[in-house]
């Protein structure tokens, strides 16, 4: 019991931590500072009823300051989804206008779509998604907003966290889950159609999305939606079985290089990696970059 009560105190400090600071950065009014508001009161666990309203209403506000920026887009576009009586679908139209060519605000259609088990919706959705360029879900640009906006306001940290930068970038990384969506939508709409044909087209499209996805969550999606597109003897099957073994690998070796420096180099490789985030927009190019430093082929297998 003393344990769970420990467990349940420090979240209770974290939550109260998250609310306190979005109200600090809400004062600020400039569209990141905003967004990262919305994204601390969404990580509330349970968030309220009111902390719902409140953070979708930051979001619409830092959308309306920075209506280009794709990252802010995509946040008000996840709180959105998760905040009842919001107007999923215009959020997810303006998105798709202001970034064209990302199949990725397709996916809060699709997931309505199967809700409602309407078919029609659902074939339009996939076709939206499969006819993109590319599947981005603005990973590194969050988390970089929401470590430059946690620190420009000079945050104190959360309970039992430094003030020190790598440890403020382990803060940023936990909040900007929130970009991460449930990709079951995809997988259920694309497990029947080896057998059946009507979507396997679309659902091959979609999955070429995937594996060029910017975060390293949407390209192990791809690989396990192929294996089941394919008979398991097939030559796709067997591609998707190595490009994965690949990025596994390389996610491996990009982690024993990260633990192999001691405790003082810490705030210098955070910085770094940072860098490398902001000069990247997907997460495996940084990992290629990590790798090629230390003088190991990072580079993705190519067909």
Known sequence: MGFLADVAGANHARDQWSVGTARELAARGDAKSLATAAVLLQSANPIGANDALRAIDLADRAAEEAPDDNAIGWVRLRICEQTPGCDLQGVATTLRWVDADNGAPWLSMLAAAMKDKDEQAVDHALSGMAGAKRFSLYWNQTVTMVFDALKSAAVIAPPGMSNADHSRLDVAYGLSIIVIPPFRPISEACKDARALSRHHDVCVKIVALLQRGDTLV??????????????????????????QKNLESKMRAERKFETAFLPWFNNRLALHRLALMRQFPREEDVMNAVLREHHINGEPLHD
């Open 218 to 243: 949407s390209q192990g999606e791809g690989y396990a939606v192929q294996k089941r597109l394919f008979p398991p003897d097939s030559k796709e099957v067997r591609m998707a079985v190595e490009h």
